[in-house]
T-cell receptor, first 113, second 114 residues
Framework: AQTVTQSQPEMSVQEAETVTLSCTYDTSESDYYLFWYKQPPSRQMILVIRQEAYKQQNATENRFSVNFQKAAKSFSLKISDSQLGDAAMYFCAYTGRDDKIIFGKGTRLHILP | KAGVTQTPRYLIKTRGQQVTLSCSPISGHRSVSWYQQTPGQGLQFLFEYFSETQRNKGNFPGRFSGRQFSNSRSEMNVSTLELGDSALYLC?????????????FGPGTRLLVL
């Protein structure tokens, strides 16, 4: 069965600095998608970035980028120029052949002013 | 466009009761998924509906059920509530049923079982 592991339950970063959140996954499939979702306190979860497994180029969305290492089954999220509004719970997620989305346990990110 | 809405936002029930939660997807979205979020288990997939048919189901007991109506609105029902059912229940909608399609989440219904 597929699994998604986020080894950092909590992280802190100084405002304007760069932070990297880690995610590893386990799968025997070759065609899948990976996601990072953000859940701000008491607010709705939103998609931050999506990566298709067959695309070698790392996805980028403004200050958010990923480091996708398919062979290592690693999918880390880099947030550049951290802002107070980036404080949230971040979930790494996987979807494969059966279309079920599997989430990691999440990383709570604190932004220090 | 209005986002995904869920009602009620908060609910308190006692063990043994049943509960029905409602989800209205973004206009035009035909796929609705449900998730349970707890501090211990994290986010777990419950089920997914598309065109009034359940297309996928997670590993939850039969006490958890759902349905989707012709207007894409969805309900989930939990019968014979247990203390462990206390959770945030999230609904998400997407335009179509395609792997990798962006899901848009609602604010959730927080259920407390006493």
């Amino acid at each position: 069965a597929q699994t998604v592991t986020q080894s950092q339950p909590e992280m802190s970063v100084q405002e304007a600095e760069t932070v990297t959140l880690s995610c590893t996954y386990d799968t025997s499939e070759s065609d899948y998608y990976l996601f990072w979702y953000k859940q701000p306190p008491s607010r709705q979860m939103i998609l931050v970035i999506r990566q298709e497994a067959y695309k070698q180029q790392n996805a980028t969305e403004n200050r958010f980028s990923v480091n996708f290492q398919k062979a290592a089954k690693s999918f880390s999220l880099k947030i550049s120029d951290s802002q107070l509004g980036d404080a949230a719970m971040y979930f790494c997620a996987y979807t494969g052949r059966d279309d079920k989305i599997i989430f990691g346990k999440g990383t709570r990110l604190h932004i220090l002013p | 466009k209005a986002g995904v809405t869920q009602t009620p936002r908060y609910l308190i029930k006692t063990r043994g009761q049943q509960v029905t939660l409602s989800c209205s997807p973004i206009s035009g979205h035909r796929s609705v998924s449900w998730y349970q979020q707890t501090p211990g288990q994290g986010l777990q997939f419950l089920f997914e509906y598309f065109s009034e048919t359940q297309r996928n189901k997670g590993n939850f007991p039969g006490r958890f059920s759902g349905r989707q109506f012709s207007n894409s609105r969805s309900e989930m029902n939990v019968s014979t509530l247990e203390l462990g059912d206390s959770a945030l229940y999230l609904c998400a909608s997407s335009l179509v049923l395609t792997k990798g399609e962006t899901q848009y989440f609602g604010p959730g219904t927080r259920l407390l079982v006493l």
